[in-house]
């Protein structure tokens, strides 16, 4: 490494595919193609526009470090959606949102009230 090179100038790049594997194959899912990742009791899950789930080694923590900020949105602990699965928004008890999702998801999703204002401002880009 010469003086004028520094980590601070790598270009980072956000993942842009994810490769699951599905019984005895593997399948490439490509990020434009994923609504929301989600987390249930410790596993998380890629679910697609086609409504397909996919399981992942990656924790939630982890997946939201390697996508792109202005697509995708960490909304509470277990959700982690892209600004295209948002089909309806109202408001809900303690100043929060609950979202229904396209696909849909099996329980209700609500908007974190930490997060809310950040949400907000996602929303308005």
Avoid: C
Wanted: hydrophobic share 35%.
């Amino acid at each position: 490494m010469t003086i004028n090179d520094s980590p601070s100038q790598t270009s980072f790049r956000y993942k842009e595919r994810y490769l699951v594997k599905t019984g005895n194959h593997l399948m490439v899912i490509r990020m434009k193609e994923i609504v929301y990742f989600y987390t249930d009791e410790g596993y998380t899950h890629i679910v697609t526009d086609g409504n397909k789930k996919y399981l992942i080694d990656d924790a939630l923590d982890t997946v939201q470090k390697m996508v792109d900020p202005d697509e995708f949105f960490r909304i509470n602990r277990a959700m982690l959606i892209s600004l295209n699965s948002i089909e309806k928004m109202e408001t809900y008890f303690n100043s929060r949102y609950s979202l229904t999702l396209q696909p849909g998801f099996h329980e209700q999703v609500i908007v974190s009230r930490e997060r809310v204002r950040e949400f907000k401002e996602w929303i308005e880009k």
